[in-house]
């Protein structure tokens, strides 16, 4: 959750023992006293930094949504291509979601049904990636990589809401170790999106479209020809 070289603050260790007690027993268990034991400091200084419980769970993934997408912005603008973008983008999520099972458990099976939290810093904060990944597909659409009449919003939906579900899947199942991780997943799910909506490239040289009568009489044609050629031949 905090860059490992260097020592954790007060604070980092009061984020790291919320998120880890909030994903484990749900927000309205949890409780400021285990908390600060956990920490290591005490109630008074929570309340100094955080000012109530819900600020304490709200600034946690505004804190962690940052530093990935800090993280994120020093890679993306130097990947070619848009697919190559949203892919990066895309593993940016997962490998987020799955080094840090806390972080997605609090994230898809707490706060995204909570109201409030959509009108958050933290919520700003997740939303950023998932624009920069809609303004991928939106200039894929504009360079003609995907099809002219693809919906963006649509595709972001069905690219954001698979990899969800398959986390949410994922934990309540008790996050169970597979031969085939969520991150060895991504790559299939990916090309079946991209397969329904890359762009065709047209094909050179000139296509006919016969009926068959029309095409009749051309075989017909193409017969007198061949016959014409070979009596030359035989007269020759």
Known sequence: MTDK???????????????????????????????????GVSEATIYEYFGTKEDLLFAIPEKISNETFEKSSKVIPYIKGVEG???????????????????????????????????????????????????????GIEDGTFKKDSNPYLIRSMLMGAIEHLFIHWHMQGMP???TSIADMLDPLIEIIFDGIRAKKEESGTTLYLKLEDANVFEKLFQKKDSGASSKDKNK
Request: charged share 25%; with cysteine.
């Open 85 to 139: 973008k949203i892919r990066a983008i895309l593993l940016f999520y997962v490998q987020l979601y799955q080094s840090n099972p806390h972080y997605s458990a609090l994230v898809l099976l707490q706060l995204m049904s909570n109201k409030r939290f959509r009108h958050t810093p933290a919520h700003a904060a997740i939303r950023r990636s998932s624009h920069v990944l809609l303004d991928c597909i939106k200039t």
């Open 5 to 39: 070289s260097r020592p954790k603050t007060r604070k980092d260790r009061i984020m790291d023992a919320a998120l880890r007690i909030f994903a484990e027993k749900g927000f309205q268990i949890a409780t400021i006293t285990e908390i600060s034991k956990e920490a």
């Open 177 to 179: 170790k597979r031969k």
